[in-house]
């Protein structure tokens, strides 16, 4: 609420029969937002799961060993006792209805948005989207309008059940985010939304499905495990080649020849390249990830005219896993702000002994697990990109839920070192196929191109371009120009950083590597 104007009458339609844990969330959130007050409805409605998605979920949890209490847990219609009816007589008063089943019809003086999952109202839509395979939009509709949209994202691309808990979590964040956009709580602007998707077919889940589902999940955890037990998978690999014509950005496409492999012995991988210019030499850091302790640490490696000078040599490791080291010079030092989400933290490092000797000066942002932070400097102020799991709303006994790379955090500053702000709307923008960074903003010919994960197919499967259309303390809007993928001259099925200096570019990608083969080491 802003400008001292009356408290804005916000009603949710839920289905009384199946209230659910993400219910309580949403309800949370928006009981947060000043200058709401906050109504429920909540006789029984449509839209809600199919019988047996109750057997379907209760089979992945036995065979995955779920815990019971996530966003898609049933809670007692009392858990809502809470908070005042918004009864069937309230529903003419002016306000704005959450209509999360579809049945609730305009009257005069109500505004109601509507939320669907590729334009299928309720959970049931969600659902039928991730069993067809498909990336759900998440879209809240006002009549004609789209008042926002995101693609739902997850890491769980098998487990029909933690794929749908993952969307319920960024469906709050989307609900959130636009009801600020509209001036209702604090702030307003404009993001950009991801177009909505058709509807997919309406689906039914027989005992035959269940059954077949689960026999599909039993037979792929059986061979992941027995992948796992003859590779290291993933097993990224970081690629380099000279530069001196076009780059990527450029070009708009990958190139087919020109790509070296930084050697690795089988044991480890490097991904992640930040390379950066030094004495008129490039450093490249990376990632280095050995496969026997599963945590990564930050290693560094010296370029020649002719590559790289050896081998990555770690300059700093953690208790917690590192990656992404978004390095850069300014006021005559180096600095490195690493992903360290496992910490629940972003920091930022100082180095005493380039390339080594790194300390850390500061923590940024805390209470936050964000992946791969990226710097800009912009308008006058800098700018922090991250995507950031769902942190259970203040409440730290809670687990953070939901995808790594679908929800893009702002934050900004008038120094790098801080103070840092969150943006009013975040996350900005929730889009799987765009929101997670890939290396350095750029400058090119009038615009800031962003690179970015398009993670539909799997984590990090391509590289997308996005040229940022607004960026202010309003809102922030980019659009997707190019897709680039793995290709002949560097193989692989994922493709997920790009950097680069003036003698070299930098990309990496993906594949696996043998238990029990050492790779040759390239010379």
Not at 74 to 84: I, M
Not at 299 to 305: L, R, W
Not at 362 to 380: F, K
Not at 419 to 437: E, M
Request: hydrophobic share 40%; glycine share 12%.
């Amino acid at each position: 609420m802003r400008d001292g104007t009356k408290p804005v009458r916000v009603g949710v339609r839920l289905d009384g029969r199946a209230p659910r844990r993400w219910h309580l969330r949403l309800l949370e959130a928006l009981a947060a937002l000043p200058g709401v007050d906050l109504f429920v409805a909540r006789s029984p409605g449509p839209g809600g799961l199919p019988a047996n998605a109750a057997l379907l979920f209760a089979v992945e949890a036995r065979l995955r060993r779920l815990p019971g209490d996530g966003p898609s847990a049933p809670v007692p219609l009392a858990a809502l006792a809470a908070y005042p009816d918004f009864g069937p007589v309230d529903l003419g008063q002016p306000g704005l209805v959450l209509d999360l089943c579809g049945d609730v019809a305009p009257a005069p003086g109500l505004r109601v948005w509507r939320l669907t999952f590729d334009g299928t109202c309720g959970e049931a839509g969600l659902l039928a989207s991730l069993l067809a395979g498909r990336t759900p939009v998440a879209a809240l509709v006002e009549g004609e309008r789209v008042v926002a949209a995101g693609r739902l994202g997850t890491e769980s691309l098998t487990v029909m059940r933690a794929a749908f808990e993952d969307g319920l979590v960024r469906t709050v964040d989307l609900i959130r985010s636009a009801l600020v956009g509209e001036g209702i709580g604090e702030g307003a602007g404009a993001c950009g939304w991801p177009v909505c998707a058709d509807a997919p077919p309406p689906i039914s889940l027989s005992r035959a499905t269940i059954g077949l589902r689960a026999v599909t999940i039993l037979a792929r955890t059986v061979a992941a495990r027995l992948h796992r037990l003859g590779y290291r998978t993933p097993h990224w690999r970081v690629g380099w080649r000279h530069l001196a014509g076009p780059d990527l950005i450029d070009l708009r496409r990958l190139p087919d020849h020109g790509w070296h492999d930084l050697p690795d012995d089988g044991l480890r991988f490097y991904a992640d390249p930040f390379p950066i210019v030094h004495g008129g030499r490039t450093i490249l850091f990376v990632e280095e990830y050995p496969h026997a302790t599963g945590r990564g640490v930050i290693s560094a490696v010296a370029f020649g005219p002719d590559g790289p000078e050896g081998v990555p040599v770690p300059v700093l490791e953690e208790p917690h896993h590192l990656s992404y080291p978004f390095v850069f010079e300014r006021d005559g030092a180096h600095w490195m702000i690493p992903e360290s989400g496992a910490a629940g933290t972003v920091d930022l490092y100082r180095a005493t002994a380039f390339p080594g000797g790194w300390v850390k000066q500061a923590t940024l942002v805390s209470g936050v697990t964000a992946s791969d932070a990226t710097l800009l400097e912009h308008g006058g102020r800098w700018w922090l990109f991250a995507t950031v799991r769902e942190q259970g709303l203040g409440q730290p006994e809670r687990a953070a839920r939901g995808a790594y790379s679908d929800a893009l955090h702002l934050w900004s500053a008038p120094d790098f070192r801080g103070p840092w702000t969150p943006h009013p709307r975040n996350p900005v923008l929730i889009d799987f196929a765009a929101a997670r960074p890939a290396g350095r903003i750029v400058a090119r010919d009038g615009a800031l191109i962003r690179p970015v994960q398009d993670c539909r197919r799997g984590y990090g499967a391509a590289l997308a371009l996005a040229r940022i259309d607004r960026l202010d303390e309003g809102g922030y809007a980019q659009t997707v120009e190019t897709t680039l993928r793995a290709g002949p001259g560097f193989p692989g099925n994922r493709l997920h950083t790009l950097n680069r200096t003036d003698a070299f570019e930098f990309i990496d990608g993906s594949g696996s590597s043998p238990r029990y083969w050492r790779r040759r080491a390239y010379s």
